[in-house]
């Protein structure tokens, strides 16, 4: 649970808002938003708030990827979510893992056709984030491509963590601690997912593991990028399967980076770890 049984569904949205600065929805995978859905998310919101978007799936997974068809699907769903204007974070644009590098070009096809690339959002204009996920776009080709169109590379975590019987050793408590791969800054912001794997964690309203010592591995790669001027903003999103409760992922990861923390209002936010 993270919502307090007073706060309606109505009212979940600028409760949310209240207490962190960014959201990244997922809604929009699945269904292309209207602009009076989007004004609407808009106008709950403080000024300040960012909205990130994931891409239509009907463009990313399953259309025929730079097709005329794709591209259409892509250019209005841009159009559409550009109505944030300077609430607007960025457009995430996800591939699922069977989608290779032997597509290269078809990807650039697709991002060479997107509208109003840049960081301006107040002036209508979008930032992507391209999350690439199979091992074969791990080079500097891929980087330079990105980084020639002011694209973000996502960073993406997703450790493999047991939680049967909750033994504390390290492997169970701290999840698979190899190493992910490393931050690559292709544009003047940052992406980053901590999303673990769908599925091994049976709970989202309490942490089942402590995602502590791999939370800390992330802030001695992401400090010296955020403090020296490297990019000027870094959106960050967590997910349930990541320790078994995003919000208190996020918490724990904003009090490591030594950021204002928000209090947790509901019991049942408490992790196992303290």
């Not at 929805?25 to 989007?38: A, I, K, S, W």
């Not at 699907?73 to 995430?92: D, N, P, Q, S, T």
């Not at 699922?96 to 650039?108: G, I």
Request: hydrophobic share 40%.
């Amino acid at each position: 649970m993270f919502y307090p049984e007073r706060v309606r569904t109505e009212r979940r949205l600028s409760w949310y808002a209240e207490r962190f600065g960014t959201v990244e929805l997922d809604t929009t995978f699945y269904g292309m938003p209207t602009v009076e859905r989007v004004k609407k998310w808009a106008g709950v919101v403080p000024e300040g708030f960012r909205f990130s978007l994931k891409m239509f799936r009907e463009v990313t997974h399953e259309g025929v990827v730079g097709s005329p068809a794709s591209i259409g699907l892509a250019r209005e769903f841009v159009e559409v979510v550009r109505r944030f204007e300077g609430k607007l974070g960025a457009v995430l644009i996800q591939f699922p893992p069977s989608f290779t590098a032997v597509r290269r070009e078809d990807l650039l096809r697709l991002l060479d056709a997107l509208p109003a690339l840049g960081s301006d959002a107040s002036a209508g204009e979008v930032r992507y984030a391209v999350e690439l996920r199979h091992d074969s776009w791990w080079s500097e080709v891929t980087v330079a491509q990105l980084r020639e169109r002011g694209i973000a590379w996502v960073g993406l975590d997703q450790p493999t963590v047991a939680v049967a019987g909750l033994s504390p050793d390290d492997e169970r408590q701290g999840g698979n601690l190899h190493a992910p791969r490393p931050v690559i800054v292709t544009s003047d912001f940052l992406y980053m997912r901590w999303c673990g794997n769908h599925g091994q964690i049976p709970t989202n309203d309490r942490e089942l593991v402590d995602p502590t010592p791999r939370l800390r591995w992330w802030v001695q790669r992401l400090e010296p990028v955020m403090s020296g001027g490297v990019v000027g903003e870094v959106l960050g999103y967590f997910g349930n399967s990541y320790s078994g409760h995003a919000p208190l992922a996020c918490r724990r990861m904003m009090g490591l980076l030594g950021m204002a923390v928000p209090e947790a209002e509901v019991e049942q936010q408490g992790g196992l770890f303290g």
